[in-house]
């Protein structure tokens, strides 16, 4: 028989565990997701993204005359039309000149305009900064009176110079926004360190912070150089000689009211385009850095 103290001495019943909670229903990972419901929406985008391309390879490769949907046999006729009988050799010569100048100059004028916006401070630089954004709201046809009316007082009309001068100034306040933000991402602390073993503003600048900037320099430079290449408005205001026309004149002059050569035009848009692809095929890599860098806020 158990007495009243024992009953007290005896250990209390352990309670009862609770009841394990219910598992979530975890949502599949990644790795976890069936393929094809990864690669059947990307195989359809790339289709519909790819048709274009082909019809234009299509036109350029297949003989005149021909409506078959596949490009055999193929030919050159229309590559050697508008290399030789339309100028696109000049074409070709003359927007690789306007691009790279204009790669260099924009490249060097916003360095020097974002540098001075990231390291300095003035009592203007809010309002400079904000004029850089609202430029962006400007389109480029209506510079197109009052850049005509300098170049012609300057004699410059007609020239190469004055596209240019004009695809800088047009690309120069964007340019100068993305500089700035790469220079910010860079530490102020690893050019007075240079300043202290004896270095200049220029030297440390030249040796510290432009190898740094070579990601950004590249997706700048690369913006500019696209964009001049494929812009079409000022060197069809600016240029009267045909000698002097760049590669977007030379496809719209393919065009007339009465008829238009698809197999010249299409050659003329593989000529135009394969360049540009082959630029960013190599330089990818730096572009895609470059714009993710001055993404981030200094």
């Known amino acids: 028989m158990i ?22 229903k975890k949502r599949p990972a990644w790795d976890e997701v069936p393929r094809w419901q990864i690669y059947l929406p990307l195989g359809i985008y790339l289709v519909f993204t790819m048709i274009p391309f082909y019809w234009i390879l299509l036109f350029a490769v297949r003989p005149a005359g021909s409506t ?27 927007s690789v000149y306007v691009g790279l100048a204009t790669l260099v100059m924009t490249t060097l004028v916003a360095l020097a305009g974002g540098y001075a916006l990231a ?35 300057l004699q410059m009309i007609n020239s190469l110079g004055s596209v240019i001068i004009a695809e800088t100034v047009f690309q120069l306040p964007l340019s100068i926004i993305l500089i700035s933000n790469f220079i910010k991402n860079v530490p ?13 503003r220029f030297r440390a600048f030249r040796i510290v912070v432009l190898p740094l900037l070579r990601p950004g320099l590249i997706a700048v430079g690369s913006f500019a150089f696209v964009h001049s290449w494929n812009h079409f408005l000022f060197a069809l205001m600016f240029l009267n000689n045909q000698h002097k026309q760049t590669i977007p004149v030379g496809l719209n002059s393919l065009m007339s009211a009465d008829s238009v050569d698809l197999g010249a035009l299409a050659a ?5 385009a394969v360049p540009v692809v082959i630029v960013f095929a190599f330089i990818q890599k730096w572009l895609i ?3 993710s860098a001055g993404a981030v806020k200094g």
């Not at 007495?3 to 979530?24: D, I, M, S, V």
Request: with cysteine; aromatic share 14%; net charge neutral.
């Open 188 to 200: 102020y602390s690893l050019e007075e360190a240079a300043w202290v073993d004896g270095c200049g």
């Open 119 to 153: 390291r300095f401070d003035f009592k203007i630089k809010r309002v400079f900064m904000l004029a850089l954004l609202c430029s962006q709201f400007v389109p480029g046809a209506l510079l197109l009176v009052p850049l005509f009316e300098i170049f012609a007082g």
């Open 68 to 94: 078959s949907l596949v490009p055999w046999p193929m030919t050159t006729e229309h590559f050697e039309k508008v290399w030789t009988d339309r100028g696109f050799g000049t074409y070709f010569q003359n």
């Open 3 to 24: 007495t009243k103290e024992a009953a007290a001495a005896a250990p209390a019943p352990a309670p009862a565990a609770p009841a394990p909670p219910r598992p979530l």
């Open 289 to 291: 850095t470059g714009f």
């Open 268 to 272: 003329g848009g593989i000529v135009a």
